[in-house]
């Protein structure tokens, strides 16, 4: 009676194992941006995208599990021999997606390396007619030959290149260094050639710098000399005016001539100086003036005073006496008042009071 029910329960426990053996392998949760490829006795079926499925227990099977998202593949470098028999080492990064996962499983068995094998043979097609310079400066062109070759024969595989980058392009060492040697030259010349420009730039505005300097400089002394010229012009046309209009004789223009002799020879820097022939003319007038003459060469020589003229009224004036000159100034004084006082009775004005007499 235990072995029976020993058995009943171990048939239980299979039939139990079975069970969920079966749902588990019915039920499939496929997450999102993944596909799985569904066989039915080793043959393609379906395939299922995201959410929750079901399978057939024993008939059918997942396949494959595709993921959909983008994927990002970087290639070791690789060498890579140019137009002028140079070994560059590539580096490649390829962006690719999965759009048909049918194709992608059953069109080839691995399409990571299947991408790689073609990119490293498409990089030495396109690189192999290129010099090393073009290589260096053609990244956009490289890449978008390589993404053309690829998004073609990658096509039938289920698989889109989005994108094909080159990482790196590493000439040889001895390259490198020529390269670096003529950038440097490259670079002193430019600045050498800057400097001689910077140099030659600043000597031409130096240079019309003092040019315009020069020519506002002039200008102005031109400009003052001639304000200058018109003021004592101006001067000397007022003081020529003034003096037609006061009417000098000769006496007064000989007096100036006396008065300019001690400014002429007023300077201590002035060890000669000479004297104009109208200076001799003044100096006659003023002797004659006086009552003098002048010889044969001449200088002036004092005489007797004449009968007319300055030296014969300085000659016959008297001097008065001092008390004398006192009364007749205070009757001349008083005389002036009493006409005032006789001026303010007719008018009816208060006569104004004398101050008393010294």
């Excluded at 969920?20 to 039915?40: K, L, S």
């Amino acid at each position: 009676m235990q072995a029976s029910q020993a058995v009943l329960y171990f048939v239980l426990l299979v039939l139990a194992l079975l069970v969920v053996t079966t749902v588990a392998r019915a039920v499939r949760i496929v997450p999102q941006a993944t596909a799985v490829i569904v066989e039915r006795f080793g043959k393609y079926n379906r395939t299922l995208d995201a959410g929750l499925r079901f399978l057939i227990p024993f008939v059918e099977r997942p396949r494959a599990i595709v993921d959909l998202r983008e994927q990002v593949v970087s290639f070791p470098p690789q060498p890579v021999i140019t137009s002028d028999n140079l070994v560059v080492s590539i580096d490649t990064v390829i962006y690719f997606q999965p759009t048909d996962p049918k194709s992608a499983v059953y069109e080839i068995a691995n399409y990571i390396q299947g991408i790689e094998q073609l990119t490293v043979t498409t990089l030495r097609n396109v690189i192999g007619s290129l010099d090393l310079e073009q290589t260096l400066t053609s990244r956009d062109q490289i890449n978008g030959q390589l993404r053309g070759v690829l998004d073609e024969a990658t096509g039938r595989w289920g698989i889109r290149v989005n994108r094909v980058e080159l990482k790196a392009i590493d000439p040889p060492a001895s390259v490198q260094d020529s390269m670096e040697k003529q950038m440097r030259a490259e670079r002193d010349r430019r600045a050498a050639i800057l400097n001689a420009e910077g140099v030659k730039q600043s000597q031409i505005l130096t240079a019309e710098g003092d040019k315009q300097s020069s020519i506002l400089r002039a200008e102005g002394q031109a400009q003052a000399a001639i304000l200058k010229a018109q003021g004592e012009a101006r001067a000397i046309q007022q003081v020529f005016d003034a003096i037609h209009r006061g009417n000098p004789d000769s006496k007064l223009l000989a007096y100036q001539y006396l008065q300019m002799l001690p400014q002429v020879a007023n300077s201590p820097s002035n060890k000669l100086w000479i004297i104009p022939t109208e200076l001799t003319q003044a100096l006659r007038g003023i002797g004659s003036a006086l009552g003098g003459s002048t010889d044969g060469t001449g200088t002036w020589v004092p005489g007797e005073p004449s009968g007319s003229g300055l030296a014969a009224d300085l000659a016959h004036t008297t001097l008065q006496e001092p008390e004398e000159a006192l009364r007749q100034a205070r009757a001349e004084a008083d005389a002036a008042s009493a006409d005032a006082e006789g001026a303010a009775r007719v008018t009816g004005q208060e006569p104004p009071t004398a101050p008393p007499a010294g």
